[in-house]
């Protein structure tokens, strides 16, 4: 029993129930020989073709793993370049702005003399452990500053490690570009241009990565007299240097690890002062009603 | 016969067959089911209120949050109501993308779904797996267009994220070569299987006027025999263009769920070797020129009014609801979820049926809970 009805570009037809009486235990014996075929496949050679539907399939994950594609994306990271350790984020607050689960926090960087503010972050905090990694921050960032890992394996045992810090949020350039060359090759010179750029406005050792502020001079003040603080900081830093250069490479990662308990009460300031800061919104909304 | 009293109890929440957590509220006389009743709410997330204090782009990665088996289908639903509020044009090249992914999700869907139909009839994972591992291979071309196997997030008002790369449709062209012998071997596994006729046979029965009354819609409708498919009766997108037909169940059981599932993944396989000859003509990028900077999507004002726009998606109609006083964030945000409807007449299928019976015609249904109780 079939019926057809026409419709427009195609029909409708009633799936066949198959009304033939079978012997009792074919059917079964049917399925049987289809898992059997495949049985015996799987003892041959490893699927490489897309098309393949009987074979071994599995991946032997710890030891051996797929290529990911380049568009992968996990977790957000920060890009620096790799000789000026200049970081590419200008704290222009788009990423904070349009995360959906609202994890990302950022302060932004000020002249020490004239308290003017700085392209320049002086905190970025990303809360990894409520990121949804909808990757909306690196689409919607205008200098190509934050982007996405494919680092996937981020498990452990201490929640707050997953709030990560600019420090280790920070990656080089040449990072970004190994695991996506094609993406960072449309990006390069957009992103390079609005470096320079930002850079102007920077000084001394504001905006240079933390693990690189051992490893390169700071910036030249710009044209305008460097005010006396800032001249003094960036001197007392480079008789750190100096001091550090003796014992070569330190670690960067080991310079300055801030505590987990550090990291815990910089998060919660950080949420109070955006609490109150709503809080004093609503004041004023509701004396404008 | 002996007389016996009639006894209460609960199925789930926490009960591995649920599909989630979901709890079905059973009267059973011995094995008899004299009542049932579902009950939601576990995995409620706020889905609509957020939508009022978020963005109109900020919604699209909640959306894959929906049905996170089909979150491309999912994206299309917003991004197709948000389009139509706005009035914002799709370059051709971006729908036969859009069509493409859907399909492809199709495909994925039923062939899990049916597994975990099988797997709760009490065929332990062998047949499950033969759909997982097509799954797989499909996800695997998310992965290489969207950047993500499964929350997509690939969906933007205008178009789509990114152009597909240039190894994606070879690689398509060389997984769809697999897919007729899938579907060719799926079914000689199992259609004709004994114990699946035993269990699927004249189980769970929803008549055709009782699916309308439920307004249920999807494989569940067209397996009661109603010929109704939101792709032919309100096409969108470019789906007027494509040629493909509608299978329809004639009794309404269990079994015939099954079939028609397996009959929609031959059709999807029509549609996209027809998208696969027509995308190379398709005219335009793949996304329309005044949207494509996430800044111009971020900051989308649509004009007030109120919209409702509907795709078919794997379970059936998806819904939304959007309205809009002028401002980014919409004033009103309603998902019509088709899990969630199609969940309901599941008290009316399984009365006068056995308790092991529930399970597999919750299975049959298809649902999802993040969609049931976003």
């Known amino acids: ?19 033939v009486a079978k012997a009792p235990g074919t059917g079964m014996l049917k399925g049987l020989g289809v898992v059997f075929k495949h049985f015996v496949k ?32 996990n977790m957000p990271i920060l890009l620096y370049d790799d000789e000026s350790g200049q970081e590419l984020c200008t704290s222009c607050f788009q990423c904070e702005r349009i995360c959906p689960p609202q994890v990302i926090h950022i302060t932004q960087e000020k002249d020490p003399a004239t308290g003017k503010a700085v392209p320049a972050a002086a905190e970025f905090l990303i809360e990894y452990d409520a990121c949804m990694s909808c990757g909306l921050c690196h689409e919607v960032c205008p200098f190509d500053a934050i982007k996405m890992d494919h680092e996937f394996e981020l498990s452990s045992a201490e929640h707050l490690s997953l709030t990560l810090n600019k420090e280790a949020l920070n990656r080089p350039v ?25 850079l102007k406005r920077r000084s001394g050792y504001i905006g240079i990565a933390p693990q690189m502020q051992d490893h390169v001079p700071p910036a030249p003040v710009p044209e305008k007299p460097a005010p006396r603080a800032a001249a003094e900081a960036a001197s007392a830093r480079q008789a750190v240097t100096a001091e550090a250069a003796g014992s070569t490479q330190a670690a960067p990662t080991a310079a300055a690890p801030s505590t987990v308990d550090e990291k815990k009460a910089r998060l919660e300031a950080i949420r109070a002062a955006k609490a109150a800061q709503k809080a004093a919104d609503q004041n004023d909304q509701a004396k404008e009603r | 016969m002996l007389k016996t009293d009639e006894l209460q109890i609960n199925i789930g929440p926490q009960h591995p067959s649920t599909h989630g957590v979901f709890r079905m509220l059973c009267t059973v ?64 090249r971006a729908e036969y993308i859009r069509v493409i992914m859907n399909e492809l999700t199709r495909i994925l869907n039923h062939a899990s779904a049916l597994g975990f139909l099988i797997n709760d009839m009490g065929a332990w994972q062998t047949p499950l797996l033969f759909g997982l591992r097509e799954r797989e291979k499909i996800l695997d071309l998310f992965e290489l267009a969207s950047g993500a196997r499964m929350m997509c997030n690939y969906f933007r008002f205008g178009g789509v994220l990114r152009d597909l790369p240039p190894e994606f449709l070879p690689q398509l062209q060389e997984l769809m070569a697999g897919l007729p012998g899938f579907f060719d071997e799926f079914e000689t596994l199992l259609r004709d299987n ?14 055709k006027e009782l699916a309308v009354s439920y307004s249920v819609t999807g494989p569940l409708l067209r397996a009661s025999g109603i010929p109704y498919d939101i792709r032919k009766a309100e096409p969108y997108g470019i789906y007027e263009r494509l040629d493909f037909d509608i299978p329809v169940g004639s009794v309404g059981d269990v079994y015939d769920r099954f079939l028609v599932r397996i009959e929609e993944m031959r059709q999807s396989y029509r549609i ?41 998606t794997p379970k059936g109609e998806l819904g939304f609801y959007l309205v809009s006083d002028g401002s980014p964030q919409p004033y009103r945000y309603k998902v019509r979820a088709p899990s969630f409807i199609n969940l309901s007449p599941l008290g009316d299928m399984c009365r006068g049926h056995k308790v092991a019976d529930v399970v597999v015609i919750l299975g049959s249904i298809d649902i999802v809970m993040g969609e049931v109780d976003r």
């Not at chain 1, 897309?50 to 594609?69: C, H, M, N, Q, W």
């Open chain 1, 42 to 73: 799987s003892y041959g050679a490893k699927n490489s073709k897309k098309s393949d539907i009987a074979g071994t399939f599995t991946v032997e994950y710890p030891e051996e793993r797929t290529k990911l594609p380049e568009t992968y994306r």
């Open chain 2, 272 to 312: 996209l070797q027809q998208c696969l000859e027509q995308i190379g003509d398709a005219q335009g990028g793949h996304i329309v020129k005044e949207m494509a900077s996430t800044g111009k999507q971020k900051a989308l004002r649509p004009p007030v009014g109120d919209v409702y726009a509907r795709v078919e």
């Open chain 1, 174 to 198: 040449s990072y970004y570009a190994a695991i996506a060359p094609r993406l960072w090759e449309e990006a390069r010179a957009g992103a390079y241009k609005k470096l320079q750029g930002s």
């Open chain 2, 29 to 92: 006389d011995g094995e008899t089911i004299v009542d049932l009743k579902p009950v939601f709410g576990y995995l409620h997330r706020n889905h609509e209120q957020l939508a009022e204090v978020s963005t109109y782009l900020q919604m699209m990665p909640y959306t894959d949050r929906l049905d996170y088996f089909n979150s491309m289908a999912m994206n299309w639903g917003l991004a197709l109501a948000v389009e139509k509020l706005a009035g914002i044009p799709v370059p051709e």
């Open chain 2, 194 to 207: 004994e114990i699946l006729m035993a269990r699927a046979v004249d189980v769970g029965i929803l008549p």
């Open chain 1, 1 to 19: 029993m079939t019926t057809e009805i026409e419709i427009q570009r195609g029909k409708a037809y009633t799936v066949d129930r198959g009304s």
